[in-house]
């Protein structure tokens, strides 16, 4: 643990998981911290919000990284607070395509999926295989807490001492698309593999097999295997932010829902402190502080910067990134006989293979589990979600008419698969990007960050290091689409990073 004889500020902005993990990270190693949140609860895009006896998480659903050495464990672990209960989700999500009334089943077990996938995609093994191996030497790579990409001589020496031998076996592969691959070994005219996998790859990477970088893809389709997986927390997913909250707390530092960031404050390109409104009094001061960790999205950090010098370069490259996705959400409260018997806790369902997944085409469905804290006794949760262009909600003329129309269409779907039925619907609330930008601050509602292409991904990210000096960015735009297991490893990069800096003054 780090002591000074003066303690150094910290201002964290957003307390999402991203900067509540840094916070609570920090505050143990005896920085004293402060967190600024717009919102009512802290937890940002995994929050919860209960309405009518239901408990619903707002976005996301389930969390990887519980297991003995997963980032939750490691970081919960070292802050000396109890894992969260919970279910590993096997299986972690069953697929419905096209036309197809039995899905593709993604078991937890990797003999079991293996079966799975040859019996679904005959061919196709020699694709799995080349996957298996890339996110095995991706995974051990990552293990060992390298930096992407490397911003100074310490990132890069971190970098350099995770590589090992195995990790040079990925480099071949560095500029590959899953579309390449596919190519590669003939099944790029295979429609069910392809659509199965733009399915799956658009909820993590935010695009489709052919512009997916290949390492990243990887990564994202083999964490739903032991010993990894993907889990299902008992209460909520609210359960996470608490726990960070308590250690935060526990430790020194102070969170401040209800304030909301409206500048860095800079002097000689290095940050001196945040200008902060709060929300109940309308009052406006400069919170001085030696750092500044941003838990945003990168476009909201160039807006928080203004018009500063040092940033245009990076302006620029935000300004050129490809439109990020929004999301429609419908939250529902039901009658545990609206779900059939034996259902997954996640589903996803796309009708069209004609249309892009988008545009209420696609949707991702999480069912909640008896006695798991979401719903009474007798009843249950459903949250079902597709990625929406935000453009088209900010431009519209009519936003009540097209929320409806989405929340319609979304309901007609669902009951094809659950008993919808007026007796078994008892709760119904939708939301889209412009909910999300009120409650998250998220700027034009996006979610799940920077798209993973090639140009995006990696190497070619976005880095936690920013153009100011003693600036860091943390969340989704820096370690994109795995949920909250990503976004704490872009936590813990920062707080590493910042240790190297300052532990010696």
Same mark, same amino acid.
């Given at each position: 643990m780090t002591n000074f004889r003066v303690p150094v500020r910290v201002a964290v902005i957003g307390a999402g998981i991203g900067g509540l993990t840094a916070a609570a990270l920090l505050a143990r190693r005896g920085y004293a911290v402060s967190v600024f949140d717009l919102a009512l609860v802290p937890g940002g895009c995994a929050s919860t919000f209960k309405r009518d006896r239901f408990t619903f998480d707002v976005g996301a659903t389930q969390v990887a990284g519980l297991e003995p050495g997963g980032i939750h464990h490691r970081i919960f672990s070292e802050l000396d607070i109890a894992i969260p209960a919970a279910t590993p989700c096997d299986p972690a999500c069953a697929v419905f395509l096209p036309g197809e009334t039995k899905p593709v089943n993604i078991w937890r077990n990797l003999d079991k999926w293996r079966e799975e996938r040859q019996r679904q995609f005959p061919g196709s093994e020699p694709f799995w295989q080349l996957m298996e191996n890339l996110f095995r030497w991706s995974w051990a790579f990552q293990s060992r807490d390298p930096v992407l990409p490397p911003r100074d001589l310490w990132d890069l020496t971190q970098l350099v001492q995770a590589v090992r031998p195995d990790t040079l076996l990925t480099l071949p592969f560095t500029f590959w698309t899953v579309g390449d691959a596919l190519r590669w070994f003939q099944l790029d005219d295979d429609r069910r593999l392809r659509t199965f996998l733009d399915l799956q790859l658009k909820l993590y990477s935010q695009v489709e097999a052919e512009d997916t970088a290949l390492l990243y893809a990887a990564t994202a389709l083999g964490v739903s295997q032991e010993p990894q997986g993907l889990y299902h927390l008992h209460g909520s997913m609210q359960v996470l932010s608490d726990r960070l909250v308590e250690a935060l707390k526990r430790d020194g530092?102070?969170?401040?829902?209800?304030?909301?960031?409206?500048?860095?404050?800079?002097?000689?390109?290095?940050?001196?402190?945040?200008? !902060?409104?709060?929300?109940?009094?309308?009052?406006?001061?400069?919170?001085?502080?030696?750092?500044?960790?941003?838990?945003?999205?990168?476009?909201?950090?160039?807006?928080?910067?203004?018009?500063?010098?040092?940033?245009?370069?990076?302006?620029?490259? !935000?300004?050129?990134?490809?439109?990020?996705?929004?999301?429609?959400?419908?939250?529902?409260?039901?009658?545990?006989?609206?779900?059939?018997?034996?259902?997954?806790?996640? &589903?996803?369902?796309?009708?069209?293979?004609?249309?892009?997944?988008?545009?209420?085409?696609?949707?991702?469905?999480?069912?909640?589990?008896?006695?798991?804290?979401?719903?009474?006794?007798?009843?249950?949760?459903?949250?079902?979600?597709?990625?929406?262009?935000?453009?088209?909600?900010?431009?519209?003329?009519?936003?009540?008419? &097209?929320?409806?129309?989405?929340?319609?269409?979304?309901?007609?779907?669902?009951?094809?698969?659950?008993?919808?039925?007026?007796?078994?619907?008892?709760?119904?609330?939708?939301?889209?990007?412009?909910?999300?930008?009120?409650?998250?601050?998220?700027?034009?509602?996006?979610?799940?960050?920077?798209?993973?292409?090639?140009?995006?991904?990696?190497?070619?990210?976005?880095?936690?290091?920013?153009?100011?000096?003693?600036?860091? &960015?943390?969340?989704?735009?820096?370690?994109?689409?795995?949920?909250?297991?990503?976004?704490?490893?872009?936590? &813990?990069?920062?707080?590493?990073?910042?240790?190297?800096?300052?532990?010696?003054?």
């Open positions: 530092g102070s969170l401040k829902m209800r304030h909301t960031v409206e500048s860095i404050e800079t002097q000689n390109n290095r940050v001196t402190g945040v200008r !902060v409104r709060n929300q109940k009094t309308g009052e406006i001061l400069t919170e001085p502080a030696d750092l500044v960790v941003a838990n945003v999205t990168v476009q909201n950090l160039i807006n928080l910067l203004g018009d500063l010098a040092s940033i245009r370069p990076y302006r620029h490259r !935000v300004e050129k990134l490809p439109s990020a996705s929004g999301a429609f959400a419908i939250y529902l409260g039901v009658k545990d006989r609206a779900v059939p018997a034996n259902c997954p806790p996640h &589903l996803q369902f796309f009708d069209d293979p004609h249309k892009p997944i988008a545009e209420n085409n696609s949707l991702f469905v999480s069912v909640s589990r008896p006695g798991d804290g979401r719903a009474p006794e007798g009843n249950a949760t459903l949250i079902a979600s597709s990625f929406t262009d935000t453009r088209m909600w900010w431009n519209c003329k009519d936003y009540d008419a &097209l929320k409806q129309h989405y929340t319609n269409d979304a309901i007609d779907r669902l009951d094809r698969y659950f008993d919808l039925s007026t007796e078994n619907l008892l709760y119904v609330e939708a939301a889209t990007p412009r909910t999300f930008q009120r409650f998250t601050g998220r700027e034009s509602g996006i979610v799940g960050g920077i798209g993973q292409r090639i140009s995006t991904f990696g190497p070619f990210g976005f880095a936690n290091r920013t153009p100011v000096s003693n600036l860091w &960015l943390v969340g989704d735009s820096t370690h994109p689409g795995e949920g909250t297991a990503g976004v704490s490893y872009s936590a &813990l990069t920062v707080v590493r990073q910042i240790e190297a800096k300052w532990q010696h003054l």
